[in-house]
C-alpha cells in the first residue's frame, strides 16, 4: 500500500500536479441532549444523556464546575447533575465545563428558576384549633406582599351562628415571600359581647394595594347576620378600612353597605335583600386613570328580592371612596346560574367577570363605548367546563381568581397575554390548580363564548383537600398564590391552613411560556 501511494506521488509531480494532501484526522464531537438544564425544586438529581462520535480510544468525558450548590458526575452515557436545597429561595445558575481530548470544550448552563416558597401563612394543625379562612393577598407599590384571612372563632360564615366571632388577622413579607413577618391583628370581632351589630365579626376580605402610593383598600363582610338570611332591612355590613403605609397599620372600620344598596332599590328585582364583594382580588385598572387614581373593580354577588342570585361588577375612580354599578343595574351580567364572582381587565380595556358554578367557570365581558365614563354594555354569557376543554372544577363549586399576565410564548417568541384562572380540579374541593390560555389578538377575547372554550393547560398546586384561592403578581416576576388546604387535618371543624408559594410562568405553563416586562 505505501509504494502504491508513493508511486502515485512521483507520477503526479512528473505531470504537474500537487500532490492530493493527507486526510485531516475526524475529530471527536460531543453531542449533548441539551446546553441548558432548567431544575425544579429544591434539591434532586437530575441527568442528561450525551454521546461521542468519532470518539478517542481510552478517553472520557470530564466535568468541571466551580457552583457549591450542585455536584457534577459523568459516566458513559449521562452526565447527573445533583442540586442541594435552596436555603435562600432565589434563582441561582451555573456553567459546568464538559472537556474531551481533542475536542472543543462543551458549555452546560444549570438554572434553578423552580424553587418552592411554599410556606403556611396561616396554620390550623388540629381540628381543635380556631380555623382559617378565605385567603386574600396584594403587593404594594414598594413590592411588600399583604396578605389577610379570617380567624374564624364562630367556624362558620359571618352570621351563620349566631353572634359569631370573626377577626381579620394578616401577615407582610417585603422580599417577595422569601421571608413573613408575624401573624399581626387587623381586627378583633367582640362575638355576643359587641354592642353593636357591625362589630360581631369581619370576614371574606378583598385587598388592592394602589400602584402610586402606599394606599391600600380593605374591604369585608360585616355584623350578625348570613347572606342567605339578609334582608333589605337587615343585611351584612360591607366594611371598609385603609391603610396609608402600605399595610403596616389600619383605619377603624367604615360601613358603606346602604350606599350600594340604595342603587338597586328603584330597578324590577330590587330592593335586593343581600348582597356580598366577592373575596380576594379588588382588581385596579392598568388602563383607566381619572384624577388621581387607576380605577378599581370589584363583584358582587346580590340576593334579590325574588331570592335569585345576580352578578354584578362595581367600579370605583376615587380609590373605593364611593362605588357604581358597572353597565348600570337594570340588567344583570350573569344570573340564575352564578356565584362568588371575580373580575379582571383584559387587553383592550375590557372587563370580564368570572364565576364560579358547578363543573367550572361562567364568563361575561363588559365592552366599553367610553371609557372615562364607564359608558357600555355586557355581552352574552358563556360556560366554562370539561365539555368545551375549559376550565373544569369536578364536582364543585368553588371560589377561585382570575388575572391576566403578560408573556412570551417560548415556541415562537409571540408575545401574548396570558390569562389565569384558578379552581379546585377535584373531584370535589380537592387538588387546586390553575389553568392558562394565551391571549394573542382581540379574536381570542371578542366574546365570552371565546374565552370560555380552548384552555391550553393546567398546573396542579397541591394534592390534598383544598379550596378557594387567590393570587397576586409579585415584583420579582412571579405568581403569589395562596390557597386552602386540608393540610393537617379536614376542614370538618370549619377552616384550612393558608398556604402561600410562587410559582414563574414556567412552572404553571410546564415550560410553554416566560413572564415578559
Same mark, same amino acid.
Given at each position: ?343 379582571? #381587565?383584559?387587553?383592550? $380595556? /375590557?372587563?370580564?367577570? =368570572? %364565576? &364560579?358554578?358547578?363543573? @367550572? ?5 363588559? !365592552? ?6 364607564? #359608558?357600555?354594555?355586557? $355581552? /352574552?354569557?358563556?360556560? =366554562? %367546563? &370539561?365539555?368545551?376543554? @375549559? ?5 364543585? !363549586? ?120
Amino acid at each position: 500500500m505505501l509504494s502504491l501511494i508513493f508511486s502515485a506521488t512521483i507520477m503526479a509531480v512528473a505531470c504537474g500536479k500537487e500532490p492530493a494532501p493527507e486526510p485531516e484526522p475526524i475529530s471527536p464531537i460531543v453531542s449533548l441532549e441539551a446546553l441548558e438544564l432548567v431544575v425544579e425544586g429544591d434539591e434532586g438529581e437530575h441527568a442528561l444523556n450525551y454521546n461521542v462520535l468519532n470518539p478517542v480510544a481510552d478517553a472520557v468525558l470530564s466535568a468541571e464546575c466551580n457552583a457549591e450548590w450542585l455536584t457534577v458526575d459523568v459516566d458513559a452515557a449521562k452526565v447527573r447533575v445533583a442540586v442541594t436545597k435552596n436555603e435562600a429561595r432565589l434563582p441561582r445558575e451555573a456553567a459546568i465545563l464538559l472537556s474531551y481530548p481533542k475536542c472543543k470544550d462543551v458549555e452546560l448552563r444549570v438554572v434553578q428558576n423552580e424553587y418552592t416558597r411554599r410556606f403556611e401563612l396561616f396554620p390550623m394543625h388540629e381540628e381543635a384549633d380556631i380555623p382559617y379562612r378565605i385567603p386574600a393577598v396584594t403587593v404594594t407599590m414598594d413590592g411588600s406582599l399583604v396578605a389577610v384571612a379570617d380567624y374564624r372563632h364562630s367556624r362558620y360564615d359571618i352570621g351563620v351562628a349566631d353572634f359569631g366571632r370573626i377577626d381579620l388577622h394578616m401577615r407582610r413579607s417585603t422580599d417577595n415571600g422569601v421571608t413573613w413577618g408575624p401573624i399581626e391583628v387587623i381586627i378583633e370581632g367582640k362575638g355576643s359581647a359587641s354592642e353593636d351589630f357591625m362589630n360581631v365579626g369581619y370576614g371574606d376580605p378583598c385587598i388592592v394595594a394602589d400602584c402610586e402610593s402606599q394606599r391600600v383598600l380593605l374591604m369585608s363582610c360585616a355584623g350578625n347576620v348570613s347572606y342567605q338570611a339578609g334582608t333589605r332591612d337587615r343585611h351584612q355590613n360591607m366594611a371598609r378600612f385603609y391603610s396609608e403605609d402600605g399595610g403596616l397599620s389600619w383605619s377603624a372600620p367604615t360601613d358603606i353597605a346602604e350606599s350600594i344598596y340604595s342603587k338597586f332599590d328603584e330597578c324590577s328585582f330590587g330592593p335586593v335583600n343581600a348582597m356580598f364583594v366577592a373575596s380576594g382580588r379588588i382588581m385596579q385598572s392598568r388602563q383607566v386613570k381619572v384624577d388621581d387614581y387607576y380605577r378599581l373593580y370589584c363583584a358582587v354577588l346580590v340576593r334579590d328580592k325574588y331570592n335569585s342570585p345576580k352578578n354584578f361588577v362595581l367600579y370605583s375612580d376615587n380609590f373605593g371612596d364611593s362605588w357604581e354599578v358597572l353597565g348600570g343595574v337594570a340588567k344583570a351580567p350573569l344570573g340564575g346560574n352564578c356565584d362568588e364572582p371575580k373580575v379582571e #381587565e383584559l387587553p383592550d $380595556g /375590557s372587563v370580564l367577570l =368570572s %364565576s &364560579r358554578w358547578m363543573g @367550572g367557570r361562567y364568563f361575561n365581558i363588559y !365592552s366599553f363605548a367610553n371609557v372615562a365614563t364607564a #359608558e357600555g354594555r355586557w $355581552g /352574552s354569557a358563556s360556560f =366554562s %367546563s &370539561r365539555s368545551n376543554d @375549559g376550565v373544569s372544577a369536578v364536582d364543585n !363549586s368553588t371560589n377561585g381568581e382570575v388575572m391576566l399576565v403578560k408573556a412570551l410564548r417560548k415556541a415562537d417568541g409571540a408575545e401574548v397575554d396570558l390569562l389565569l384562572q384558578s379552581v379546585p380540579l377535584g373531584p370535589g374541593r380537592t387538588n387546586v390548580g390553575i389553568y392558562y390560555k394565551a391571549l394573542e389578538s382581540a379574536s381570542d377575547y371578542s366574546a365570552a363564548s371565546v374565552i370560555s372554550r380552548g384552555w391550553e393547560g393546567v398546573c396542579q398546586v397541591t394534592t390534598l383537600g383544598s379550596a378557594y384561592s387567590t393570587m397576586a403578581w409579585q415584583h420579582d416576576g412571579r405568581l403569589a398564590f395562596l390557597w386552602e388546604e386540608a393540610t393537617y387535618c379536614s376542614d370538618k371543624s370549619g377552616g384550612y391552613t393558608i398556604v402561600y408559594d410562587s410559582f414563574s410562568l414556567e412552572k404553571i405553563t410546564g415550560g410553554k411560556y416566560s413572564f415578559r416586562e
